[in-house]
């Protein structure tokens, strides 16, 4: 690592689209620090990934691990908040199943990432760091089928929580923007859906194709560069056009 090096974090950094835009920042010129929680694939996708890339293990849920895993950073320029899953909650699902799993999305998908944005905060790049969180096309939808009620509602509130924290930040040169993702194959997500379900989303996608986590890079990319410089407070749909408007 040179002085001049930038550094940006990448929460769900070891798989999927995390591992995308991770490759891409470390191609881009950055270091990068992977965080997730499995340890075993955190070591892989560094190894993987290169001499820039190192990585450290926390819950974004939890505000421990969270501060264990930014102590002793005193710059960090870009911040990505990519960790996320999805567990079913829907109205018939019984109400101790349902709240446990409603708890669980909620901490991985929204909480960690203000969790992450709390901690890194006060030693953000000013001006010019950046905030990017990736909610999904769930949040205007409500998924493509039941059970997303958890998952929704933590992604339209990773909408809200980056609308305000583009406001907090901003006299500071600070950027906070959201990248919804449509369907990115390639990922821990979507690996096992079933060939019919994607190629009926195909088929509702105008572009044709399925996206893949370097289209998701790409728009980072874009966000970080000074190109992205006046986009704050910004939802950036990257779904190949899978719902227009
Ligand atoms: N794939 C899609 O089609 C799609 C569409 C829309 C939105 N998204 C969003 O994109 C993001 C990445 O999804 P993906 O499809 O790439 O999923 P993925 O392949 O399953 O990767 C998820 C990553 O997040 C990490 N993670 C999950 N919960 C965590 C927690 N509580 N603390 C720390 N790390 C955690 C995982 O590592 P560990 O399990 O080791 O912690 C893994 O690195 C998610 O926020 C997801 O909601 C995905």
Same mark, same amino acid.
């Given at each position: 690592?040179?002085?001049?090096?930038?550094?940006?974090?990448?929460?769900?950094?070891?798989?999927?689209?995390?591992?995308?835009?991770?490759?891409?920042?470390?191609?881009?010129?950055?270091?990068?620090?992977?965080?997730?929680? =499995?340890?075993?694939?955190?070591?892989?996708?560094?190894?993987?990934?290169?001499?820039?890339?190192?990585?450290?293990?926390?819950?974004?849920?939890?505000?421990?691990?969270?501060?264990?895993?930014?102590?002793?950073?005193?710059?960090?320029?870009?911040?990505? =908040?990519?960790?996320?899953?999805?567990?079913?909650?829907?109205?018939?699902?019984?109400?101790?199943?349902?709240?446990?799993?409603?708890?669980?999305?909620?901490?991985?998908?929204?909480?960690?990432?203000?969790?992450?944005?709390?901690?890194?905060?006060?030693?953000?790049?000013?001006?010019?760091?950046?905030?990017? =969180?990736?909610?999904?096309?769930?949040?205007?939808?409500?998924?493509?089928?039941?059970?997303?009620?958890?998952?929704?509602?933590?992604?339209?509130?990773?909408?809200?929580?980056?609308?305000?924290?583009?406001?907090?930040?901003?006299?500071?040169?600070?950027?906070?923007?959201?990248?919804?993702?449509?369907?990115?194959?390639?990922?821990?997500?979507?690996?096992?859906?079933?060939?019919?379900?994607?190629?009926?989303?195909?088929?509702?996608?105008?572009?044709?194709?399925?996206?893949?986590?370097?289209?998701?890079?790409?728009?980072?990319?874009?966000?970080?560069?000074?190109?992205?410089?006046?986009?704050?407070?910004?939802?950036?749909?990257? =779904?190949?056009?899978?719902?227009?408007?």
């Amino acid at each position: 690592m040179t002085s001049e090096q930038k550094l940006a974090l990448v929460t769900g950094g070891s798989r999927g689209i995390g591992f995308g835009i991770a490759k891409a920042l470390a191609d881009a010129g950055y270091r990068v620090i992977l965080i997730a929680r =499995n340890e075993e694939r955190l070591r892989e996708a560094a190894a993987a990934l290169g001499r820039s890339v190192s990585w450290r293990c926390a819950d974004v849920g939890s505000r421990q691990d969270v501060q264990k895993a930014l102590a002793r950073l005193d710059r960090i320029d870009v911040l990505v =908040n990519a960790a996320g899953f999805i567990r079913p909650v829907s109205l018939g699902i019984a109400g101790d199943e349902a709240e446990q799993s409603w708890d669980a999305v909620i901490a991985g998908n929204l909480k960690g990432s203000f969790l992450m944005a709390h901690a890194a905060a006060s030693v953000l790049r000013s001006p010019g760091g950046r905030i990017i =969180n990736i909610s999904s096309i769930g949040a205007q939808t409500g998924g493509s089928r039941p059970g997303g009620l958890a998952y929704a509602a933590a992604k339209s509130g990773l909408h809200g929580l980056t609308f305000a924290l583009a406001r907090e930040l901003a006299p500071r040169g600070i950027t906070a923007n959201v990248i919804a993702p449509g369907f990115i194959a390639g990922t821990g997500f979507t690996g096992a859906w079933p060939e019919d379900r994607v190629s009926g989303i195909v088929a509702e996608t105008p572009l044709g194709r399925v996206g893949t986590p370097a289209d998701i890079a790409g728009a980072v990319l874009w966000l970080t560069s000074d190109a992205g410089a006046f986009v704050t407070g910004a939802i950036i749909p990257v =779904n190949g056009g899978w719902r227009i408007g």
